[in-house]
């Protein structure tokens, strides 16, 4: 059975750091490209990072650039989104997404088949 699961979340104060992880478990993930994406209470899912397969292209939303950073590691089977300088706006759950795909990455949410249950990521003094 194909899963993602995320860990890594938490209670942050403003300015602090985070590194949450995305684990595959019944498949490898070299063959797809990965994206981070979070949803707030009230507001609709939104794209955070994408990573392509081999690491070799990246994209951002404008609002994390330059305090988030996205990275994989394919032996280990797991895709990391390391979040410095957060803020109470970055408080959302976290989910790790995955198609199949050998290059570039997403924004869309409607691209990606297989869904991890998400992490929670909260940001307050």
């Known amino acids: 059975q194909l899963q993602l699961v995320e860990s890594g979340g938490g209670l942050v104060q403003p300015g602090g750091s985070l590194r949450l992880s995305c684990a595959a478990s019944?498949?490898?993930?070299?063959?797809?490209?990965i994206g981070w994406f979070r949803q707030a209470p009230g507001k609709e899912r939104e794209g955070v990072s994408c990573?392509?397969?081999?690491?070799?292209?990246?994209g951002y939303a404008d609002s994390v650039k330059g305090r988030f950073t996205i990275s994989r590691d394919n032996a280990k089977n797991t895709v990391y989104l390391q979040m410095n300088s957060l803020k109470p706006e970055d408080t959302a759950i976290y989910y790790c997404?995955?198609?199949?795909?050998?290059?570039?990455?997403?924004?869309?949410?409607?691209?990606?088949?297989?869904w991890g249950q998400g992490t929670q990521v909260t940001v307050s003094s």
């Open positions: 990573i392509s397969s081999t690491g070799g292209s990246t």
């Open positions: 997404a995955a198609v199949r795909s050998l290059f570039g990455c997403y924004r869309h949410a409607v691209t990606y088949d297989y």
């Open positions: 019944g498949f490898t993930l070299n063959a797809y490209a």
